[in-house]
């Protein structure tokens, strides 16, 4: 596979990490979005089979990853859609088709209500959809000192292999490579003050309303085992997106671009341009 082209930014307040991906013979551009507790690394195994079609920018989003976890940036979903556009900006990427998953797939979103002139079509992977705002008594919490440990204590008791085996259907794909990847952007302590952060600052999941409101075409990709994000979810999306497909995948958790990557890239193509692999 092509070496990225990889980078140290500031954008909007905070140290962006990011990852660029050049195809000479193409005019379009893939915005690679991730979900909670990941990172780019998440989509190593479906950029191979996009790299040939598509230039390719996948983004660690703060204070996730090898980006910066800055705890005075406001860690909304609505700023860090900000903060992709900025940096989109930046890389003079005047439009591109937007990837999001899980979590990454409400940063789309927002993306697709900001600046849906920029926003070729959107993709998002078993998205986040419906959640509300943290509660009150957490919030208020969250201003406890050291309350950062008990993040910590949190996701080291759910542990990560616990937690993989929750998102992936197919339980052989959680090896060593999987484990270390999604385990070493937590071996500091910057990221559990930032997520203390992120608990006051995440606003709820859009509402009906302003899904009726996207226009962009997109495509909604759902595993038929996801537990984090159940395909009825997934159907209600695709009902509220008035301008939207669903595909469901079959024998497939919430982590489809890990266990279903070459399949997942396929309906991809084919939806921005029509064609099949």
Not at 143 to 159: N, T
Not at 180 to 187: A, D, K, M, T
Request: include cysteine; proline fraction near 4%; glycine fraction near 6%.
């Amino acid at each position: 596979m092509a070496q990225p082209f990889a980078k140290h930014t500031i954008v909007n307040g905070n140290q962006v990490y990011y990852e660029l991906y050049t195809n000479p013979s193409s005019s379009h551009t893939l915005v690679l979005i991730h979900g909670f507790l990941s990172s780019s690394f998440s989509y190593r195994r479906m950029i191979p089979f996009l790299i040939h079609e598509f230039n390719i920018l996948s983004v660690d989003l703060p204070p996730f990853g090898k980006s910066g976890k800055e705890i005075h940036y406001k860690y909304s979903y609505e700023n860090l859609a900000q903060t992709v556009l900025q940096l989109t900006k930046e890389e003079q990427i005047h439009e591109f088709t937007v990837v999001g998953h899980s979590m990454g797939g409400q940063i789309s979103l927002h993306i697709m209500r900001q600046a849906p002139e920029r926003v070729h079509k959107g993709i998002l992977l078993c998205s986040s959809s419906y959640m509300k705002r943290a509660k009150k008594r957490l919030i208020y919490s969250s201003f406890i000192p050291y309350f950062h440990l008990y993040v910590k204590l949190w996701l080291a008791r759910s542990g990560v292999r616990s937690n993989l085996q929750n998102v992936v259907y197919n339980q052989t794909l959680i090896d060593d490579e999987m484990m270390f990847g999604y385990l070493q952007p937590f071996l500091e302590d910057d990221i559990f003050r930032a997520l203390t952060r992120m608990i006051r600052d995440r606003e709820g999941d859009l509402e009906e309303k302003a899904l009726k409101e996207i226009r962009t075409p997109c495509l909604l990709i759902w595993g038929d085992h996801d537990r984090v994000v159940p395909l009825r979810t997934g159907k209600k999306l695709h009902q509220d997106l008035p301008n939207s497909k669903l595909v469901v995948l079959k024998e497939a958790g919430h982590l489809v671009l890990e266990e279903k990557p070459k399949e997942v890239a396929d309906h991809m193509k084919e939806f921005i341009y029509g064609q099949k692999s």
